[in-house]
């Protein structure tokens, strides 16, 4: 029996930090692993050009990407792995979708009104239609499950409601998706524990292949709290609170547990012992890192290959869906 297709996405717009990690990569390689689905991993460029971009950049950014797959563990003998621009049928397939969605439906969209605030100068046309875009990518695979956060739930409720509507007017074509509610740790900012961690503020950020050296300057550097007391208590002490949830997800550990642990101690040592638990963690992943990016070439091949494999997937189903609306004469 063919088993359920599972897809998800990362733009490729920079360094990852460990709150992407935890939020997406580490839950990509653990689906991937649980063999519950046939699972589609692809590098989300075309959606990363509705923000400001240097073009120079981008292809950096992108082989950048597809060595953090690689490395966190993500397999192509296990899932295929794409680039989204490199199949034309995404783009076909959000025109196509853009023809049937209301306007309404899109300025409705959360993430479409927080960006256009943040980016008030470059309020494009592709940051209002990415929802369509986003649902071409998951529509042409007949994608049963896509792993969310909350803030993505608004996104694949609107490919339900679009494949609805296509398969109402033009015959049974869409699967339509169900989310897959994976945990999404918020992980906050080293210097403002009240604000999620931010790549634009790079000295408190914890990015997944920093040097152990630049974990240790930073968790020495992060804020604490007054008192010496570690102590979980996110009102109280939000500083050394933080510090401990990103210990509590680097290992697994319940609160309790940690709290005990370091009951008496003091934040020197506890720092300490955050920044080995962190340099550790990633310690294969970093080596595996620098090896694959002395080779960008073999990169290319490898998303070359694994966009091919997608194409042949995605070329039938947007096949499908131009005879179904008489496109193909």
Known sequence: MNKPVLLSGIQPTGRLHIGNYLGALKNFVDL???????????????????EDFDPREKREQILNLAADYLAAGLDPKKSIIFQQSQIPAHSELAWILNTITPIGELERMTQYKDKSARQHQNVNVGLFAYPT?????????????????????????LTRTVSRKFNSKFGKTFLEPKAVHTPTPRVMSLADPNKKMSKSDPASCLFIDDSPAEIEAKIKRAVTDSGSEIRYDKKGKPGVSNLLEIYAFMTGKPMAVIEKRFSGKTYSIFKAELTQVIADHFADYRKKKAALLKKPSQLTVFLAQGSRRAAAVADKKIDEVKGKIGLIV
């Open 32 to 50: 991937q692993n649980s063999g519950k689905y046939q699972c589609y991993f692809f590098i989300a460029d075309l959606h990363s050009i509705t």
């Open 133 to 157: 875009l986003m649902a071409a990518d998951i529509l042409l695979y007949s994608v049963a499950a896509v792993p969310v956060g909350d803030d993505q739930d608004q996104h694949l409720e």
